[in-house]
C-alpha cells in the first residue's frame, strides 16, 4: 500500500529531473521541520552535484529569512530573499525563478510560511504562490511536499487535506522520527490521499534525511 503511490508517480527513486527546472515547494504547519528539512534537501543536491537554489518565501516571521540563510550557507547554496518587510511571498517565488533560470539551475527549494490549515486567507496565499510557480515556470517539474511532524497523530490526515488542495500536493516528508513516534498516520495520508512520502527526517543536523523505504518504514512500526 506504501509504495503503491511510488509505483503511480512512476519511479520510487525521488531526484530532479535532468535537464529541466525543478521546483519543490515546501508547505506544512508551523514547526513541522520545513525549513531544516530544506537545508538538509539543499545539502544533499549540492553533494550530488545539482546547482540548487533556494527561495525564502517565509517573510512572516521576522527571522526566518535569516534562518533559512543559516542553512543556505551550511550547504552552499544561494538564499534568494526579499530585504523588505511584510513582502509578498509570491513577489519573493517570482523573483526566485527569474533567478533560477538565468542561472540554469537545476532545483529551486521554496520555503514556506508555517500556517494552520483552518487560516483560510493564509491558505488562498499558498495557492497563490502555487500559482505563480505554475504560471511563471510552466516548463518546471513542480514537486508540492507537504512536511508532516510525525508526533502530531490524527490531526495530519485534516492538514494534508487542506494542503492537498491549496498547493497541489504531491508527496509527504515525514519528520521527527528519530523520538517516539513512529508517523502512523502517514498510512491513512498514504491511502486517503494517494501521496507518496518521499523523505524521513531523523534528528536535526544536516544529515538526517533519508529517502523514505515502506519496508523500514514498516520494520520500525512494528518493532515498537
Ligand atoms: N528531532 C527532530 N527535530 C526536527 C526534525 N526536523 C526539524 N526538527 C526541529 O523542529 C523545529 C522546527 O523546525 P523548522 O525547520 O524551523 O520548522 P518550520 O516548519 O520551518 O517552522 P516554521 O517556519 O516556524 O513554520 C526545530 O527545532 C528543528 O530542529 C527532525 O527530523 N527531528
Ligand atoms: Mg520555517
Not at 2 to 7: A, F
Not at 130 to 137: E, G, H, L, N
Not at 166 to 186: N, P, Q, Y
Amino acid at each position: 500500500m506504501l509504495d503503491k503511490p511510488l509505483e503511480d508517480a512512476g519511479s520510487a527513486a525521488f531526484a530532479p529531473q535532468k535537464d529541466a527546472l525543478n521546483v519543490w515547494l515546501i508547505t506544512g504547519v508551523n514547526g513541522a521541520g520545513k525549513t531544516t528539512t530544506i537545508g538538509k534537501l539543499a545539502h544533499i543536491a549540492q553533494k550530488s552535484g545539482y546547482n540548487c537554489l533556494i527561495a525564502a518565501a517565509d517573510t512572516f516571521r521576522a527571522a526566518a529569512v535569516e534562518q533559512v540563510k543559516v542553512w543556505g550557507s551550511r550547504s552552499g547554496v544561494e538564499v534568494i530573499a526579499n530585504p523588505g518587510k511584510n513582502t509578498d511571498p509570491a513577489a519573493v517565488v517570482f523573483d526566485a525563478i527569474t533567478a533560477a533560470k538565468s542561472r540554469q539551475a537545476d532545483l529551486l527549494l521554496v520555503d514556506t510560511a508555517g500556517r494552520l490549515q483552518n487560516k483560510k486567507n493564509l491558505m488562498d496565499e499558498l495557492s497563490k504562490i502555487r500559482r505563480i510557480i505554475d504560471k511563471k515556470a510552466p516548463d518546471a517539474v513542480v514537486e508540492s511536499l507537504l512536511v508532516l511532524d510525525a508526533t502530531l497523530g490524527q490531526n495530519g490526515l485534516r492538514q494534508a487535506e487542506v494542503f492537498s488542495e491549496a498547493a497541489k500536493l504531491s508527496g509527504v516528508v515525514l519528520t521527527k522520527l528519530d523520538g517516539t513516534a513512529k508517523g502512523g498516520i502517514a498510512i491513512a495520508i498514504v491511502q486517503q490521499l494517494g501521496l507518496p512520502i518521499r523523505f524521513i527526517g531523523a534528528g536535526e543536523g544536516i544529515e538526517d534525511l533519508r529517502p523514505f523505504s515502506s519496508y523500514e518504514f514498516v520494520e520500525a512500526l512494528l518493532n515498537g
